[in-house]
Every structure is written in structure tokens, then in C-alpha cells.
């Protein structure tokens, strides 16, 4: 079945470097690909989707690459900050309708003082 | 406005016995989905309701698991004779139908317990 898989399942960054978040799938007609941060005992949060027509969008210190060919994208967080603390999901759109993504396995990214 | 609300918070039960979880979804969300978290781990899907469709059910890991929504709206989750492997957190989620609107907004999730 179609599945989304992500790396690395931890990390942990000096506070200011950058970190990197990888995900591939598996369906190759899934053209959306949201990514979401959930804060401890939080909800999922967007914080950011990229679609397939395009391969990279950002919004400020955050920034989605997506390489169709390959079926994987990454999250890049520069200037990492204590509150970028949490656990982020990538996600995927299963089939052409973007109605309906599987989630990855969440990554939990620690920012070192 | 008002978000995606759920009940209960929390809840706590003996194996063996049958829950319902509610979900309010945000006014207006056509599309409504219920996931499963447990401790530490990542979001599983369940269930999928898309407007006047027939909901997809293939997350559904077994058939104690079951789900409704009522005019379009509300939906509720009901897991019959539960199991201790059933705690996790329970989460619902709601969007808008077609291009761009695909973000889909989570509830505070229901906490259950099973003793």
C-alpha cells in the first residue's frame, strides 16, 4: 500500500544551525505534501504544504524542497530557535484528489541552548 | 471562529467495555478524518468521511472500530469491547474540499484509557 517514510526519527540541533527533515512515498500520483509540527501534548499544527507544480516554497526561516522524480522532499528550519522544539510530520496525498494523506512517522527535533 | 472541538478529553474505561468519541468539525468542513496516535508515535489513519460519499474505512484496524457522521457534520467514533491496546490519543480533523484547501485542522483529541 502506498506509506510515507521519514528521517531521522530524532535530532538535535545547536541552537541558530539549520536542520533538515526527509520524507520519500510512495504513491506517484500524490501531488500534495503538507508538513505538520505538533508541540508536546499539542494538536497537529500546518506549518507549511508544497505542491507538485512547484519545487520549493518558503516562508521565512522555514522552506520545502520537492523532487518528484525521486518522490521525496524535505523540510530545511534555518536559524533554529527554542521553539522550534516539537515533533514534525511530512505527509503525502494519496491519489490526485489531495482529500485523503498518510502521514510519516514524525521526526523530534530538540534545539540545544 | 470556533476550531475543531472534541469530547471527551479524556477518558478512562475497563477492557471490555464500548466508547464513543465525538467530533465537532469546523462549520462548513466537508471532509472529516479521525486519526490514532499513540504514545510517542506518529498519526495513524482510521477513517475518512468526504461530503455525501461513502467513507473510507480502510485505517480501521478492526471491526470493534466503528464510525458515524450525522447530517454532514458530527461524527462519532465507537470502539466496542475495548482492548488495552486502544489507548492512544484519538484525533479528529476537518477540511474544505478541492484545490488549496486541503489543510486539515485538528481537535485537541480525546485521551482513552484503557484499564
Known amino acids: 500500500g502506498e506509506n510515507v517514510e521519514q528521517h531521522p526519527s530524532t535530532l538535535s540541533v545547536q541552537e541558530g544551525d539549520s536542520a533538515v527533515i526527509k520524507c520519500t512515498y510512495s504513491d506517484s500520483a500524490s501531488n500534495y505534501f503538507p508538513w505538520y509540527k505538533q508541540e508536546l501534548g499539542k494538536r497537529p499544527q500546518l506549518i507549511i504544504d508544497?505542491?507538485?507544480?512547484?519545487g520549493e516554497k518558503k516562508d521565512q526561516r522555514i522552506a520545502v524542497t520537492l523532487n518528484k522524480t525521486a518522490k521525496h522532499f524535505s523540510l530545511h528550519i534555518t536559524e533554529t530557535q527554542p521553539e522550534d522544539s516539537a515533533v514534525y510530520f511530512c505527509?503525502?496525498?494519496?491519489?490526485?484528489?489531495?482529500?485523503?494523506?498518510?502521514f510519516g512517522s514524525g521526526t523530534r527535533l530538540s534545539i540545544r541552548p | 471562529g470556533a476550531g475543531v472541538s472534541q469530547s471527551p478529553s479524556n477518558k478512562v474505561t475497563e477492557k471490555g467495555k464500548d466508547v464513543e468519541l465525538r467530533c465537532d468539525p469546523i462549520?462548513?468542513?466537508?471532509?472529516l478524518y479521525w486519526y490514532r496516535q499513540s504514545l510517542g508515535q506518529g498519526l495513524e489513519f482510521l477513517i475518512y468521511f468526504q461530503g455525501n460519499s461513502a467513507p473510507d474505512k480502510s485505517g480501521l484496524p478492526s471491526d470493534r472500530f466503528s464510525a458515524e457522521r450525522t447530517g454532514g457534520s458530527v461524527s462519532t467514533l465507537t470502539i466496542q469491547r475495548t482492548q488495552q491496546e486502544d489507548s492512544a490519543v484519538y484525533l479528529c480533523a476537518s477540511s474544505l474540499m478541492g484545490r488549496g484547501m486541503e489543510t486539515q485542522y485538528f481537535g485537541p483529541g480525546t485521551r482513552l484509557l484503557v484499564l
Open positions: 505527509a503525502a496525498s494519496i491519489g490526485s484528489s489531495a482529500s485523503k494523506i498518510i
Open positions: 508544497i505542491r507538485s507544480n512547484v
Open positions: 462549520s462548513g468542513h466537508t471532509a
